[in-house]
């Protein structure tokens, strides 16, 4: 069932541990498919040296097992919500990658300081308000999925423009359109979070990126004009243009 | 003579320079067998890459070579009072991990800030008092253990729920069920070092998680209700509750 | 075309990743023959791991595609500027190395505070102004170009003695005699970039070096009496003299 | 002539870039055969990669090249100076560390802080005064040793006991009795100084290690007491008697 899902959610696990995101087993990545409205994650607390994409487990929009011998991630209710609230996505990540972790015991979203930033968030990454005792004693994943939707649609931020999150006092959820783009996302947040920190001990004053450089920098990348890479329709004008 | 025993700690301590725990020889795991009253420990000053399994040291509980051609660890007398006075730990590890020195150096708590820290350590990683100039002259390594088990009563941190603390201008030292253990909850006491370190920077805030996060996160893995893994009873419970 | 050239640009650009320069695709190598007119500069967005001498592809000092199937990095109007304005050189690259852009993102020059600095660079490493919005929304590429040549000649900067700048909240170029030349400056802005932000988080005291030791260290290695490695004449001279 | 120092001198030097100590080819480390009064040096600005121990150069007491193909060291006559000032000495090291070199750059010595420091170092790393005007113009890489050498007696620091120096906004220079002790003295000052940077952004307490554990640690590794490693006469005295 949903075999070249899992060896594409096998794949983007496995360059967790690559991409220096990962200590141990501390991080996960789920896809799904949306026709059959059934996703793929990885199984909780198994080492990445002795992952197999056989062992990913599937798992309904209820949240429910329908296939895989082990268990699922313990976050897969977080990924449940996000899935059914953030319906233009396909793959979500999570790690405890250290830099974008700090921001979040800090309580500080990770500005947009930099072109860095710029090129694949429209914006600040949001931290949530910290979790109530109540969210958390009771179905604790289930409500971290919820209290991320809730930043966004309170602060109006939308899902597609800032893909990642940092959770109080936890850490960061990032996603896209496919598994591979969600774990880009969160390699992308993590050199972010290093490069803000540094910048940020330096200066103290107002240093975000004007509107009109995230617009450039956003949109070089993204959209119908875009023109960055060997995809986009601009890229030979832009070249020709100049 | 605990010839699995010495093959499991020799194994434990060639992690420590995989997980980037150790400069040079400056590290040390030993674990014990409870029933014959012995422990097995690393030799002193012998270099990672020319360590064997043969050349684990086996001491007894009162410090004394019982078997082995190399010295031990100038550690020994530590370990000897850890598992004398700790009488669950199976496993200790000595590093100086830079992270974790940092804290030692300034003599300031590891402060639980994040899930990181509180999915192994059920409260602030604490550091000694500084040993006296009496302490140091005599005995010095014996009543490095000495302070560190009147460091636990004194504060009653129960040392199954913090297993590890900061030795002051010194370093850390950690413990677990079994050797390799204890040597994952020294990576998780650097990790959440370099984690804490950068928060701290960025606010001055308290941003200690708060009791309530602090119990999610600790149960989620130990305990009779832990659902994290595949060997908890609980996960496929949690995963089908989702 | 250019097989030579292209061969030594892709040798350049695998560089990068190699000297821990780039995350993903955020960097690029350009090579210039000034005989033909015609610079050699990586394709847009081509993971390293999968490029090729032949894919490098062929501009023209207006700017213009001469020859290649892809498309040409989208920071190719920048390095025509710069071929053009500052015609000594012959090589050019730009990163996303985290540490000097963090100095972008904080808009502070990257000061001459050690010999490590002094070795390469003339002086400081300055930042440019920030492009206006005029700037960024037509031929934002072309006029990142223009300020960095408008920075060199308002501060009385010569390119070929400080080989490298900080475009403002985007991150450095660097430039040199050969491809080769400008990814070895590259990285020794990182360097320096990574030395001072420590140096300057230690002391508020001015601590740039003097000018005496700044002509001291930078014409060891530069000009007609440098004495540094095997090919300057005055090497053996130095030696015996001492 | 002398092909068992040049070997060892070799060795030695290719453990600068695995211990992380150099960037491209700023490094360079020298033995000494004491009864002939020769030293063997690498030569200057050779790659790492393309090293062999017959390029090593052949230097008399006078900083003369007696034999070899290629220029030394261009920091040759800083090396003389030491070898002639410090007698005890075998090895010298000199590196661009970049710990190191941010103290080196703030002008702030490296303050023992921590056991780590104090197993090697008995006391504070000192960084010297700056050269004057003068000693940068006239006989740089000889002043260079000069400095530190009236560095060491004016502050009556014995160069053995503190076997390392910062020269001023310049950078380490370690030694011992073999170029292999020299580069594992490099090795600790540079983790000295990352542990020491941290630390003393925590806290502004006077924080330095008090003389008695200063001597416990120094004196288990150093002198006919010492207890650490398998040498040591005192090891097997000191597992016993615990």
Redesign the interface.
Known sequence: MLEKLKQEVYEANMQLPKLDLV??T?GNVSGIDREKGLFVIK????DYDKLKPEDMVV?NLK???VEGE???S?D??TH?VLYNEFPEIGGIVHT?S??A????????DVPA????HADTFYGDVPVTP??T?EE??G????NTGKVIVKTFKERKIDPEAVPAVLVS???PFAWGKTPDKAV?NA??LE?AS??????????R?N?E??Q??LD?HYY?KHGKNA????ENAK??E???R?
Do not use: C
């Not at 199984?43 to 198994?46: A, D, E, L, N, T």
């Not at 290093?194 to 200066?203: N, R, V």
């Not at 023109?227 to 060997?230: E, F, I, L, T, V």
């Open positions: 200590t141990f501390w199984p909780s607390g198994v798992v949240g429910e097992v082990m268990n699922p313990s897969t209710p449940t405890h250290p830099w972790v700090s921001f979040a015991a800090a309580e500080i300081l930099s072109t860095t910290a979790l005792k958390i004693e179905g604790y994943e289930e006092q936890h850490g880009y390699k992308v050199v290093e490069i803000d920190y540094h910048a940020l001990q330096m200066t004053r240093i990126v004007p009109y450089l450039k070089r023109y960055y890479g060997q890229s030979k832009h070249a020709a100049k």
